[in-house]
């Protein structure tokens, strides 16, 4: 009797027959289609905190950055008391996910809309490139900014500018790792005492709260997770 190949070998196999052109091309492809799923998830999430603003008679497209977050925090909060609670008033419902179906809570929208959002690029000096990654994953670099490097937490209220939740299966990110600084010109990155440290370039591990400056080219890993800095 035979038997079929896993999908992964079937899928390498398949790889190693189209021709490099090709393989661009279907990158491409993927690629977009990832950018797409991004989008739709964080229509769909502003859709629904608009609809919970109106419920509560506030307007979502007139609050700053940190009135959204604070609304989103006091949702979590109420959401996580109701679920552990007798006899309280039920959440708003929320419907569930369009692509996959699951049931959505206010946690759920707080870790798309700070997670799929778009960064701003506007005066983007430089940039951070996750390697290893199977999507087009990198963040703009603007000067002048204190930009935090870490793990998304809406328990804590930490919102990192640059989140590599999704990039970190093993949770060995501290939720605020590192930070990355500018003096005039030139960037810094400086290790803000995390549990598994920052390494650059293969071989000089920081020291906690010492920044270093970066060069374009270098390469920084994060916990397990590889990033490149281009200027």
Request: charged share 30%; proline share 7%; with cysteine.
């Amino acid at each position: 009797m035979s038997h079929a190949l896993p999908v992964e070998q079937q899928l390498k196999e398949w790889l190693s027959q189209i021709a490099p052109e090709h393989k661009q091309i279907l990158l491409a492809m993927l690629v977009e289609d990832d950018r797409l799923q991004r989008t739709a998830r964080l229509e769909f999430a502003v859709t629904q905190l608009r609809r919970l603003c109106a419920e509560r008679e506030l307007d979502w497209d007139r609050m700053s950055e940190g009135e959204r977050e604070s609304f989103l925090d006091t949702l979590i909060r109420e959401n996580e008391l109701y679920a552990t609670q007798v006899g309280l008033s039920s959440m708003p419902p929320i419907p569930p996910c369009l692509q996959c179906g699951r049931e959505m809570t206010p946690t759920d929208l707080y870790r798309i809309y700070f997670g799929e959002r778009p960064p701003s690029i506007e005066r983007a000096a430089a940039r951070l490139i996750v390697l290893d990654s199977e999507t087009d994953a990198n963040f703009p670099l603007i000067p002048d900014n204190e930009i935090m490097i870490g793990r998304l937490d809406p328990h804590r209220g930490i919102r990192p500018d640059v989140d590599l939740s999704k990039f970190d299966p093993a949770s060995r990110i501290s939720r605020r790792h590192a930070r990355i600084i500018t003096r005039g010109n030139q960037f810094f990155i400086e290790d803000l005492g995390s549990a598994n440290g920052t390494v650059v370039n293969g071989r000089m591990r920081l020291k906690p709260q010492e920044p270093h400056a970066l060069n374009n080219g270098d390469v920084v890993k994060i916990g397990e997770t590889t990033l490149k800095f281009m200027c």
